[in-house]
């Protein structure tokens, strides 16, 4: 029997793992008030392509949208911080009613005189979508004027999820790839696709793969550069974290200029070696294998000691995981079994049918798996469940707190880098320090059974 807090449209996105054969919807349009914790197309875009640091990002719309997307990613530079400044259009009633490409216009040329930017990304807003402005006209002819890309980003809000928007922040990077020079490229090179640098993670992970003998060329989009973008055809080898929201690139950039793609992840101990050890594999580099075991060796030479004080106090404790792409969620599964905890349930915000398939393959009997969920499931769940800690983004860290529960953030606002080797042990240690916390006596979870 189904409990009573699922809505009849949402059960397909639902699965209890062993109750019956697996199938589970996904990539659908949040369900109209189910409260969802799946953002716009607009929103999934900015996500995408807000870390390239040295770019004007334009919102052409109402002032909430850039707002809503302020500094909306913990993403690091090691230079320009221009992407720390959200600017918009402001869009008022008058230009709703005359249309406001003139105002597009005008702020464009204003921004790119006074911040010289290598290039100007402007988001399309809902309204700008039901009034008509001709965006991608505006963009050309300041693009004419100024010399240096200006790339519309087609992303409406209610034109779908916010998978719909990770695609329309592809589309605008694709007009970049293929126009820089690619000359001086090492064979052994690699573009690192999916990675943000929240708490400046892609230079942990440029630092274990230089440490190999690869070359990166381009970050995208964390800590990111223009000017990398545009020679990023000349890598041998795309390596994509977050593959959701890059996916696509990599697609286009196979197809258009053979460049073979691999799915990885950096959170986890497993997961971070073999990332290291399928781009090895993937050079044909016995020299360059024999040089990421050697990493890993050492690298866990010192984590693993440390990691077992923690798994002694955290060995039964029960974890539920909900995060964006569904690749942190492989990661996150592996990494609280090796400090001995039970994962009782996991979804994510734009999983595809491929990733709920690995997810339902390496969760226990009796998990939970969900797709888009709202808040009202998630607090069901959490109880039902009897969860220790919650992993989720910062929409999810006032439901685990108001329900008792320790919360871990692994998304877009955390300032701890988690990644790599060293963020395992981060990890652990945050993981340790919330569930067992002594604030938890004095709000105890089970305090309503007690009482009745």
């Not at 639902?14 to 349009?29: Q, S, T, Y």
């Not at 592809?170 to 007009?175: G, R």
């Not at 992993?391 to 790599?420: M, Q, S, T």
């Not at 990890?427 to 919330?434: I, P």
Request: overall charge negative.
């Amino acid at each position: 029997m189904e409990p009573l807090h699922i809505l009849k449209e949402r059960k397909a996105q639902i699965h209890r793992k062993g109750d019956a054969p697996f199938a589970l919807e996904c990539n659908k349009d949040s369900l109209a008030g189910a409260v969802s914790q799946r953002a716009c197309v607009f929103c999934g875009s900015r996500v995408v392509l807000y870390p390239i640091a040295d770019a004007v990002h334009l919102v052409h719309g109402p002032i909430g949208c850039a707002v809503y997307t302020w500094d909306i990613r913990g993403a690091l530079s090691s230079g320009p911080e221009l992407h720390r400044l959200s600017f918009s259009t402001d869009l008022q009633e008058m230009d709703v009613i005359f249309g406001g490409e003139p105002k597009l216009y005008k702020a464009l040329i204003e921004l790119i005189d006074r911040h010289q930017p290598k290039a100007a990304f402007v988001y399309s807003t809902c309204i700008v979508g039901l009034i008509g402005d001709d965006l991608q006209a505006v963009c050309k002819r300041v693009e004419k004027e100024k010399g240096i890309p200006v790339l519309p980003v087609m992303s409406e809000g209610f034109k779908g999820n916010k998978r719909a928007g990770y695609k329309a922040a592809c589309n605008a990077m694709e007009k970049l790839v293929g126009t820089g020079d690619t000359s001086g490229i090492s064979k052994h090179s690699i573009n690192i696709l999916g990675d943000f640098n929240l708490a400046g993670e892609i230079w942990l992970i440029r630092d274990y793969y230089q440490r190999i003998g690869i070359e990166v060329v381009a970050n995208i989009t964390g800590d990111g550069r223009i000017d990398d973008i545009k020679r990023s055809h000349g890598a041998s080898l795309n390596v994509v974290q977050c593959s959701g929201a890059t996916m696509d690139l990599a697609n286009m950039m196979e197809e258009r200029f053979n460049i073979p793609n691999i799915r990885v992840s950096y959170f986890g101990v497993e997961d971070m070696a073999e990332s290291l050890y399928e781009v090895a594999r993937y050079f044909d580099d016995a020299e360059m294998m024999e040089k990421a075991r050697i990493l890993v060796r050492d690298e866990l030479e010192t984590l693993l000691p440390e990691l077992q004080q923690y798994k002694a106090a955290l060995t039964g404790k029960r974890a539920a995981i909900y995060v964006g792409g569904a690749f942190k969620a492989f990661s996150l599964v592996k990494a609280f079994r090796l400090l001995g905890m039970d994962v009782v349930m996991v979804g994510s915000q734009t999983g595809t049918a491929e990733d709920y398939e690995e997810l339902q393959e390496i969760t226990d009997e009796g998990t939970i798996i969900i797709d888009d969920a709202n808040p009202l499931e998630l607090s069901a769940f959490i109880r039902e469940k009897d969860v220790d800690i919650f992993v989720g983004g910062v929409k999810e860290r006032p439901i685990a707190y108001k329900l008792g529960v320790a919360f871990c953030d692994h998304n877009h606002e955390r300032k701890e880098l988690l990644a790599g080797f060293s963020g395992m042990l981060n990890f652990a240690k945050e993981v340790y320090s919330s569930v067992m916390s002594p604030v938890w006596q004095f709000v105890p979870r089970r305090a309503e059974e007690e009482i009745s």
